[in-house]
């Protein structure tokens, strides 16, 4: 099995910090866009499609800034993180999308998170 190598996108985005990080990291918000169903309970997010359920544990976070989760069937040292990042030179918001994939696959991957990333924008009004 070959080892995964961690990718990182990003995504401009006109949303303000604190209502883009209400997206990534409630229940409700993550519901809006990332899966069918989201429930969260003792750190662990429940994410289901299609009536196949994925157990996420939040790893670490900072409101208005980032939250970590790691895939409870994936190996420790794997994660996929959602980072707010402000453009120092146009001031606008930035979504860093961090997530590991084997390197063949990063551009099938990529291209599911750009049309998850893209319906996110659209219940935001982007």
């Not at 883009?20 to 429930?39: C, H, I, K, M, N």
């Not at 030179?89 to 084997?102: C, H, P, Y």
């Not at 696959?105 to 998170?113: M, V």
Request: charged share 30%.
């Amino acid at each position: 099995m070959s080892k995964k190598v961690l990718y990182e996108l990003e995504f401009p985005v006109r949303c303000s910090p604190g209502i883009l990080y209400e997206f990534l990291s409630t229940p409700a918000g993550l519901q809006e866009w990332f899966a069918d169903r989201v429930d969260f309970r003792d750190n662990v997010f429940s994410f289901s499609w299609n009536g196949t359920a994925e157990e996420a544990e939040v790893l670490e976070q900072e409101e208005d800034e980032f939250i970590r989760f790691h895939w409870k069937h994936a190996p420790k040292e794997e994660y996929f993180e959602f980072r707010i990042q402000i453009s120092e030179v146009t001031n606008m918001t930035i979504l860093v999308v961090k997530d590991f994939a084997d390197k063949k696959e990063i551009k099938d991957q990529s291209q599911l998170w750009e049309y998850q990333v893209k319906d996110l924008f659209h219940r935001i009004g982007n």
